[in-house]
């Protein structure tokens, strides 16, 4: 079983940057594919980025490519996700979700444990 905790989120103006963290507990981080969602009030859980259990490969939405970049590090048991050049519609609570195997999926179902999720907001 995995224990995930994000941290990170805050407040903060248009066109600045996050980064957002997510420690998981136990020694088996690296056999599970991680993945960041967000849920804005009134819409439905989204994918925002992917990344496979060695950290090898990584997928951003092109929606959100050139903003966001997933990482991980096996060592520390912590995936990243870098937010730059935020916007006010990134407002949401971010989630990070873990996946047994070795890749990520877009569709929540696909993931057997969730953090608590953190708070991100964009001023104008």
């Known amino acids: 079983q995995v224990q995930l905790e994000e941290s990170g989120g805050g407040l903060v103006q248009a066109g600045g940057s996050l980064r957002l963290s997510c420690a998981a507990s136990g020694r088996t981080f690296n056999t599970y594919a991680m993945g960041w969602f967000r849920q804005a009030p009134g819409k439905e859980r989204e994918f925002v980025g992917g990344i496979t ?72």
Do not use: H
Not at 54 to 70: A, M, Q, V
């Open 53 to 124: 259990k060695s950290g090898g490969s990584t997928y951003i939405p092109d929606s959100l490519k050139g903003r966001f970049t997933i990482s991980r590090d096996n060592a520390k048991n912590v995936v990243y996700l870098q937010m730059n050049s935020l916007k006010p519609e990134d407002t949401a609570v971010y989630y990070c979700a873990a996946r047994r195997g070795t890749y990520y999926k877009l569709t929540p179902r696909e993931y057997d444990y969730w953090g608590e999720g953190t708070q991100v907001t964009v001023s104008s």
